[in-house]
């Protein structure tokens, strides 16, 4: 599905990745760990072409249309209500407005947000306005899903219901995903496929791992399967190797 | 209803009374000279004596007519360049310099140039309020699309938007919150361009009459017209406030 071979990204003169491989292949979860301030994110925004690779190649099996964005944090446009900002994506695709709305408002209800269809962003939860965000990508309906550390922003008991929530989707609807997170237990609670980026500038991947956790999974009993600890220190030597463990937290 | 001190807007009324009757005792009791400040009341007789003979209209008529279409031609204007000069960066180029030009400078020192180029009639009056109002919103509407929020525009991108449906749905929408946080100051620069056009030179119109009034060391009438100035402006505050409402229905929902 998606398929990123010797890919240097650079801001300026400063190279921040270097001859980055990795692969997503249909149907499977992959997640892309690292260190804060990484690169990690430049990743996906190279895949969506919002900035170009300095050199290397990135093949994507799917029309640009069919790649969802979820970003990290819950930017809506304030000035739309919560049903519109998810209809904005299916609008821009050339469904006529009222059929849009409706697949809109059944995209809320789906994600617990029936009856906020009329709200604006700024009468919602952060967590609210997260499902939207999240809404208003799945909408679309999606081939190849990326999402840059996206639950970041919310606390524990939600962050556990949303992520949860996406998991479900994701194993029924059999979707393509790329992760980008700092966050190890959240890679391994939801990825077949682990990449460790080393520490930057000039970071590149320096381990993949399988994830041998059967489907569907549970959030929480996740953590107490034996190969989720296992994976977890073998993750967080990697990592520590190539980096503080300050950097890992912030 | 039971009126109570608690409430701001009462404490402010009851300060303004309290003025009135200060400066009005003070008046009568001769301990200021009524030629230099004439008390509440006289002032308020000759703001009745014209609109009672009808004296004012023309003179209103004429200031309104100057300051509206100033201000609506130099929003329009204002916000065509400031569009035109955020997304055509040769113009930006060029125009960039002159905007800033203008803003440093008091405007109205142009108004006798308006007055040598385009007579004493209205024209040269909307001249001036235009070209203060133009460049006020101008640099509203610029730096408020150079500072639309990026993370909106790469949203709108990676839904599959492209330059249409980024002006529609993320510039626009800013834009109009720029435009209508400077609206007040722009249509107290409308007044100020219309009146100043009048004092230069003129044969109607408040600043026509202040002048008058001033020339003829009337300080009721000068007053008066201060007084009735300051309450149109606040009437447009108030259109202003409720049209920022309407339009950003969003933010006080």
Same mark, same amino acid.
């Given at each position: ?20 491989? !990795? ?5 499977? /979860? #992959? $997640? +892309? ?7 990690? =994110?430049?990743? &996906? ?98 081939? !190849? ?5 996206? /639950? #970041? $922003? +919310? ?7 949303? =992520?949860?929530? &996406? ?84 | ?253």
């Amino acid at each position: 599905m998606l398929s990123v071979r010797n890919v240097s990204l650079a801001y300026g003169a400063n190279t921040i990745l270097e001859a980055i491989d !990795l692969t997503v292949e249909a149907g499977k /979860f #992959a $997640s +892309l760990i690292g260190p804060s301030g990484s690169g990690k =994110t430049s990743i &996906l925004r190279a895949v969506t072409e919002l900035m170009a690779p300095h050199q290397g190649t990135i093949d994507l099996d799917a029309p640009l249309t069919e790649v969802g964005f979820l970003f990290q944090d819950d930017a809506l446009l304030p000035w739309r209500t919560a049903r519109q900002n998810v209809a904005l994506g299916l609008r821009i695709r050339g469904e006529p407005q009222t059929a849009a709305n409706e697949t809109a408002e059944t995209w809320l209800g789906r994600l617990g947000l029936e009856g906020f269809g009329d709200r604006y962003p700024r009468q919602l939860s952060g967590g609210q306005r997260k499902r939207v965000a999240i809404a208003q990508v799945l909408a679309l309906q999606p081939k !190849l899903l990326l999402m840059d550390e996206p /639950f #970041a $922003s +919310l606390d524990a008991i939600v962050r556990t219901r949303i =992520t949860q929530e &996406l998991l479900d989707w994701v194993e029924r609807e059999r979707m393509t995903v790329l992760l980008v997170t700092h966050d190890l237990e959240e890679a391994i609670t939801l990825s077949d496929v682990v990449y460790v980026l080393s520490q930057g500038p000039r970071a590149t991947v320096r381990a993949r791992h399988e994830v041998a956790i059967p489907r569907p999974r549970r959030v929480v009993e996740t953590r107490e399967n034996p190969v989720f600890a296992q994976l977890l220190k073998t993750l967080w030597n990697e990592l520590s190797d190539s980096t503080s463990v300050e950097s890992v937290n912030a | 209803m039971t009126v109570s001190l608690n409430r701001p807007a009462v404490r402010r009324a009851a300060a303004f009374a309290f003025l009135l009757l200060l400066w009005e005792g003070l008046s009568r009791l001769g301990v200021i000279d009524p030629f230099y400040l004439p008390p509440p009341t006289r002032v308020a007789a000759v703001l009745v004596t014209l609109f009672a003979d009808g004296e004012i209209w023309p003179h209103l008529q004429a200031t309104f007519t100057a300051a509206l279409l100033g201000l609506i031609a130099g929003l329009v204007l204002g916000i065509v360049l400031g569009f035109a000069a955020a997304l055509i960066p040769i113009l930006a180029e060029l125009l960039e310099p002159v905007m800033i030009l203008l803003n440093a400078i008091p405007r109205v020192i142009l108004a006798p140039l308006f007055v040598i180029w385009l007579g004493i009639d209205l024209a040269s009056k909307v001249a001036l309020a235009l070209i203060l109002v133009a460049v006020l919103i101008f640099f509203a509407v610029y730096s408020g699309i150079k500072e639309v929020d990026q993370r909106l525009v790469e949203r709108v991108r990676t839904l599959g938007g492209g330059r249409a449906v980024l002006i529609r749905e993320v510039y626009v929408p800013s834009v109009t919150t720029w435009v209508l946080g400077s609206l007040k100051v722009a249509v107290g620069f409308a007044f100020t361009g219309a009146v100043v056009g009048e004092f230069v030179a003129s044969s109607r119109g408040l600043g026509y009459l202040l002048q008058f009034a001033q020339s003829t060391y009337n300080a009721a009438l000068t007053l008066a017209l201060i007084f009735l100035i300051m309450a149109f402006v606040l009437v447009l505050f108030a259109a202003s406030e409720w049209l920022e409402r309407w339009l950003l229905h969003w933010r006080y929902a």
